[in-house]
């Protein structure tokens, strides 16, 4: 069945899940812009399913309003996949008001869906949430929360990911590391071993990590499927929920 979607535009498009949302929607037979302060990455991982020379780079600074503007042109939705790791100030900013910034300018643009790949750690009450603010991986996930808050406050077709650890194939250089040997099993323990998985659940934090493990390309293929169906009412996806696709 043909996609709903002509092009999308994937922010962050060159990362490690960005790369992965773009080859899923290039398999829908959906157009891919992609901007990055980097354009294009330097090789496409051979493990893609699409070559991701198919996808349109466009260099350029999300914080950028004017780039911002002209990369959501012609486009049907907007993908964020932007994050990254450092200070808490620097993950605030990167996961949080990069997002918030491309909400409101889709907003502007008239672009009425926008997908968004948050954390599983982020929810009301979550421990994430309640670290202190000079807590490691405070910034991150604070800056998930704002980033969800202003999609839900703004746009009625919004798609949200909640995955925790993201395992697969991952190009690093001109090396492939196999982050699936260690997140596979890491998952199976924490999902599938009956009352051992739901005694491990139970721990503060890394239960929660344990049990939102997902593949990368059911990241990407949950992604653009959801995108395609969704409504008014939104979508948000938690690990169990994308690893059925």
């Not at 914080?63 to 990254?84: H, L």
């Not at 808490?88 to 997002?99: E, K, L, P, V």
């Not at 703004?154 to 699936?180: A, D, E, N, Y």
């Not at 959801?226 to 938690?238: H, K, Q």
Request: charged share 20%; aromatic share 6%.
């Amino acid at each position: 069945m043909a996609s709903n979607l002509k092009r999308v535009l994937v922010l962050g498009g060159n990362g490690y899940v960005g790369q992965n949302v773009c080859t899923a929607s290039l398999q829908r037979g959906v157009a891919v812009r992609s901007l990055n302060r980097s354009g294009p990455p330097k090789t496409s991982p051979a493990h893609l399913a699409a070559p991701l020379s198919q996808v349109e780079w466009v260099s350029g600074d999300i914080f950028d309003k004017a780039a911002r503007e002209e990369a959501m042109s012609d486009v049907d939705a907007v993908i964020s996949c932007v994050g990254a790791f450092g200070s808490n100030s620097f993950m605030s900013r990167i996961c949080g008001d990069a997002t918030i910034e491309a909400v409101q300018t889709a907003k502007e643009k008239k672009v009425e869906r926008f997908g968004f790949v948050s954390s599983a750690q982020v929810y009301e009450g979550s421990v994430g949430l309640a670290l202190p603010p000079s807590a490691p991986m405070h910034g991150y996930f604070q800056g998930k929360y704002r980033a969800e808050k202003e999609l839900l406050a703004t746009i009625p077709k919004h798609v949200i990911l909640r995955p925790g650890f993201i395992f697969g194939p991952r190009q690093v250089g001109t090396s492939t590391i196999p982050l699936q040997l260690i997140g596979g099993p890491l998952s199976a323990v924490g999902t599938q071993l009956g009352p051992v998985s739901s005694l491990l659940q139970s721990i503060p934090f890394a239960g929660k990590e344990l049990a939102s493990m997902v593949p990368v390309d059911r990241v990407g293929e949950a992604m653009i499927r959801s995108l395609e169906g969704v409504d008014e009412n939104g979508i948000i996806l938690d690990a169990a929920a994308i690893r059925q696709y």
